[in-house]
DNA sequence: CTTGACATAGAACAAATGTTCATTTATATT
DNA sequence: AATATAAATGAACATTTGTTCTATGTCAAG
């Protein structure tokens, strides 16, 4: 990994857990659980490596103080506490209907240009790209998306396999969401509805346009 | 201070050392921390506080984790004089399966004692009575509900005609989410799939126990 | 005046968490 | 091969930190 090159293996591990844990919880890591995470079962081991860490400038660390870990962030994406804090809007684009291509952002959001709406706490950790569309219809219930059913997108146009996105199907003129498998060397995709008594459908890359990524779903009754 | 009206002096002291502890320093501070800033000589004092900001939504912990105090960041603005502030947590109870009973709530929740779901601001008013299940397994898809999706449901025993609940077939010793339906002078249920290319089935209502009503759906993909 | 809910207080305890120590292993240098 | 340094290991210990328990005080409602 060239990040980091003059961190072993292990110590750029600590770095990238350091930071992932930050960001979900809130707080820093303990030394138990960042031996857990990367494997040493020795908290004297761990201690070592942060001392190590904190000599060449990625962290701090303050004595005797519980999950007093702090990384020294020099990466461009700066991480503190302040931008740390998960978004709890975020900004309604439009609606999603099979017989229509779904709005795509075009730049950022100007505050206050949308409608926004509430996301649980855990579901959006960076706004960027990030956005919502209101279902209209009922073609979505092969993905178990009812008509009204919000969906958090975020914007991007590869995907990897497995991940539910919204293609558009340029011959069929639609918009679906499924999962997406690439098989035979790229050459075909397979959309994969996630109600498991339903069938795929099996597609040219030609034919299909991936619009976003399905990060989740809010259904309000 | 007019900010935070239904906090008391102490309490909103304590929010507003918390952030600036954050900020400051990158880690949460611990009890004792809080305690002898805002001027409690006792832990189990700034323990009950801590537990009435987190019960009205300014904050969360994790129990028996050290420095797990976080402020669930809402805009000053955002605070209305005039009404209750929605939480945006609530406790995960278990899980929901076609062969089970759902765990029902006994009584009020004991803080800490749950695990905690993020929920979106709007989606629950009051806590009370208000729960969130795990669902297990894919017999909940003619709902257009998903393995492991988080349903959320407040705890009632009886139902309006349209509302979707969580019902208990005796006969048929199984859980099922439908939307309810009284008919024929309340001799009969119809419970009808939220999934519209579904058919409804019929049961008498001695066969059913209502067990609560879903008031919403989340999904993390 | 009584009662119940809320808030406070200190002590004790349990658990989480960080540090120290003795020892071993791995690696680089001479 | 010898030596020095870096890295690793587990155990023990010290300290930090959160929870529980018992008791008391305040205040509003009946």
Redesign the interface.
């Known amino acids: 990994m060239a990040n980091y090159p003059d961190l072993s293996n292990r110590q750029e591990h600590i770095v990238k857990f350091i930071r992932e844990f930050m960001a979900e ?4 890591p ?1 030394i138990r659980q960042i031996g857990c995470d990367v494997g040493i079962s020795s908290t004297s081991v761990v201690s070592y490596n942060l001392n190590v860490l904190q000599r060449k400038g990625y962290i701090t660390r ?1 004595r005797e ?6 990384l020294v962030d020099l990466d461009d994406n700066e991480v ?3 931008s740390s ?1 998960p978004p ?2 975020i900004p309604m684009l439009g609606y999603i209907a099979a017989g229509d291509p779904i709005p795509i952002p075009e730049g950022e959001f100007v505050q206050g240009e949308f409608e926004e ?7 959006v950790r960076d706004i960027k790209d990030v956005y919502a569309l209101q279902v209209r219809g ?1 073609s979505m ?1 092969d993905a ?3 008509d009204g059913d919000i969906i958090i997108m975020r914007h991007q146009t590869e995907a990897q396999n497995g ?2 996105v919204a293609v558009w199907l340029a011959e069929e003129k639609a918009t679906t969401l499924k999962k997406l498998y690439w098989e035979k060397n790229h050459t075909l995709v397979r959309l994969q509805p ?4 339903m069938e795929p459908i099996f597609v040219h890359p030609g034919n299909l346009e991936i619009q976003g990524r ?8």
């Open positions: 919880y809130g707080y820093p303990s303050t103080i519980s999950r007093s870990v702090r503190d506490a302040e804090i709890l809007f709406v509430a996301v649980p706490h855990d579901m009922t219930v178990l998306i009812a991940e539910m996630a109600n498991p008594l399905v990060i989740g779903v809010i259904r309000h009754l």
